[in-house]
T-cell receptor
């Protein structure tokens, strides 16, 4: 089992603040994905990164894949209540499986 | 209508009962997956199927079985449910035509909350 650890596990911030969520592993992945899950729903893909050092931006969200392809971060600028949810990272190696991280539960208080 | 549907959405059962969770998709995808989600553990893969004749065990297949009745349908069975199978179960699909597996987008259903007493 390739364990992906996310930190922090829980995060509660005020609207307008910035935050960073981390996804770390001792294993190398060929790609890393980030999903957001809202209560009562399944996860929805936000982004896929495949190259070490790659940075992708999605409006106020910035995703980075570590140079060694073992870790990733998600940075949210000026968080809004609509950003509230469970953020999951998922890594794929040469096999046919994605290994999901432990999740970060984000609450943005208006 | 949702592209990936799961039935039932909620189920409470007793230890030792046989339970079947069903998943249907209208996306036309060949690949389908079953995951379970537990607090603090993320999602873990139970079984996956890349076409009707292809079934593969995932990370935690013990105590579970699956059936791929058609491209659009993938069922998960618990032959004799036990309390530590209490979890949120998700079905997902992906489309291999969009590139390599490592860049697949998985589309998840809304989940089934299963409680085993």
């Amino acid at each position: 089992t390739q364990l992906l650890e996310q930190s922090p596990q829980f995060l509660s911030i005020q609207e307008g603040e910035n935050l960073t969520v981390y996804c770390n592993s001792s294993s190398v992945f060929s790609s890393l994905q980030w999903y957001r899950q809202e209560p009562g729903e399944g996860p929805v893909l936000l982004v896929t990164v495949v190259t070490g050092g790659e940075v992708k931006k999605l409006k106020r969200l910035t995703f980075q894949f570590g140079d060694a392809r073992k870790d990733s971060s998600l940075h949210i600028t000026a968080a809004q209540p609509g950003d509230t949810g469970l953020y999951l990272c998922a890594g794929s190696n040469t096999g046919n499986q994605f290994y999901f991280g432990t999740g970060t539960s984000l609450t943005v208080i208006p | 209508d949702a592209d990936v549907t799961q039935t039932p959405r909620n189920r409470i059962t007793k230890t030792g009962k046989r339970i079947m969770l069903e998943c249907s998709q209208t996306k036309g995808h060949d690949r389908m997956y079953w995951y379970r989600q537990d607090p603090g553990l993320g999602l873990r893969l139970i079984y996956y199927s890349f076409d009707v004749k292809d079934i593969n065990k995932g990370e935690i297949s013990d105590g579970y079985s699956v059936s791929r009745q058609a491209q659009a349908k993938f069922s998960l069975s618990l032959e004799s449910a036990i309390p530590n199978q209490t979890a949120l179960y998700f079905c997902a699909t992906s489309d291999p035509r969009r590139g390599s597996f490592s860049t697949d987008t998985q589309y998840f259903g809304p989940g089934t909350r299963l409680t085993v007493l």
